[in-house]
């Protein structure tokens, strides 16, 4: 017999189904949706904690993984040492793609495992539950639910782990075995999920194809020297972490450290007299050469795509100057991009700090003096603090990719 209060219970979990589906539909970061599918299906399950692996190959990788109790257990050892910024509780690593564990089983065989508890497994399962995890941590994991991920053509493309279903409220819930009537619903979610993790795998394909595009392109612009494709490589992380610096959200710092490569676009409509002239340039070699941010603007123009219009902003605002006496149009302060401030003081650092056909490298200790001495004259005070900020990471990303 259905009661009323069963019957409002399935269709309160029917319409989380709903909402969570349309969530998965609309995220394409594939670490994001990780979080939030195994996120949601623990609040879905009432689960303590979980666990989320992706197929690669003939083996799973342990993704995303999360645990209420080790997590509050964690942060309160760090509130009692005084420190304030978590470690990561979990790290990932690979399982084999086999029956042996609950995870591999139901990866292989596309069956859900439902077990009211780990520690009471028969013997004669071909999967076994390994205890060493709860014996390092100090913990007790109980009930299991493990749910295949399938794609439309019926492929496990991950594996959905969920521990200790919670009973109660208050500080200590009782755990029992996962209620039956949820498998069926969570492999309709895990399923939704599967969809979308294969979507989201490609559409990172795909943009990591045009982004390989983009800096093929922007090393072919520039391709004077061997160091190009380590400048380009250079300065683009230079431009990320200061943009990380100041605060931009994770969409932008993304763009600028895709877009900035292109920086130097225009260079194509420059000579190469010009471009590769090792003394200084004439008056009118060097109105030429500013050339170059027209020239860049002009190719980029009319772009569809977003990166490429964060690109034409930059090639024509990144010689500009803070006190307005940069090129092509004296722009000042503020009515600078900021985008482009942050790419000139990117590409100045890397051109003080590598050897050119027109000068020797200078030392990083002579290139920072040059840039503070060029704060609120060249470069945005804020630019220059969020660098100065990151500074052992700038010099980290100089010594990796070092020619």
């Not at 149009?329 to 600078?336: P, T, V």
């Not at 056909?357 to 470069?379: M, N, R, W």
């Amino acid at each position: 017999m259905v009661t009323k209060t069963s019957r409002s219970g399935l269709q309160e979990r029917l319409l989380s189904l709903n909402r969570i589906g349309i969530a998965l539909s609309r995220e394409r970061d594939i670490n994001e949706l990780l979080t939030l599918i195994l996120n949601e299906s623990r609040q879905f399950t009432h689960a303590e904690g979980g666990s989320l692996y992706v197929r690669e190959g003939d083996q799973l990788r342990f993704a995303v993984s999360q645990n209420e109790v080790l997590e509050k257990r964690q942060k309160a050892k760090l509130k009692k040492a005084g420190l304030e910024e978590p470690k990561p509780a979990f790290t990932g690593f690979y399982v084999s793609l086999n029956k042996n564990s609950l995870s591999g089983y139901v990866g292989v065989t596309g069956k859900v495992l439902n077990i009211p508890d780990a520690y009471k497994i028969p013997k004669t399962r071909e999967y076994q539950f390994n205890r060493s995890f709860d014996e390092k941590n100090d913990y007790r994991t109980k009930s299991i639910l493990v749910v295949p991920m399938k794609d439309s053509s019926d492929n496990v493309v991950g594996v959905l782990q969920l521990i200790n279903a919670r009973m109660g409220g208050g500080r200590a819930p009782r755990i029992v075995p996962f209620d039956k009537r949820y498998e069926t619903l969570l492999l309709s979610l895990a399923s939704q999920a599967a969809i979308s993790i294969r979507n989201a795998q490609l559409t990172q394909e795909l943009k990591e194809a045009y982004l390989d595009t983009i800096f093929r392109l922007s090393v072919a612009a520039e391709y004077k020297d061997d160091d190009t494709a380590a400048h380009i490589n250079r300065m683009s992380r230079y431009s990320a972490l200061v943009a990380e610096g100041l605060g931009l959200s994770s969409r932008d710092v993304e763009a600028i450290r895709f877009a900035s490569p292109m920086h130097d676009i225009g260079k194509l409509g420059v000579p190469d007299a010009i471009l590769m002239k090792p003394g200084k340039l004439t008056p009118d070699e060097f109105a030429e050469m500013q050339k170059h941010t027209i020239f860049g603007a002009k190719i980029l123009e009319n772009a569809k795509a977003e990166l490429l219009k964060v690109s034409e902003e930059i090639a024509l605002t990144h010689h500009e100057k803070w006190d307005g006496s940069g090129y092509p149009r004296g722009l000042k302060g503020e009515a600078i991009p900021l985008n482009g401030r942050i790419v000139a003081l990117a590409d100045v650092f890397d051109a003080l700090t590598t050897k050119r056909c027109y000068k020797p490298a200078f030392t990083v200790e002579q290139s920072l003096d040059i840039i503070k001495q060029g704060t609120g004259k060249h470069f945005d005070p804020n630019v220059v603090q969020a660098f100065l900020g990151n500074l052992d990471k700038i010099l980290a990303i100089k010594s990796q990719f070092s020619v």
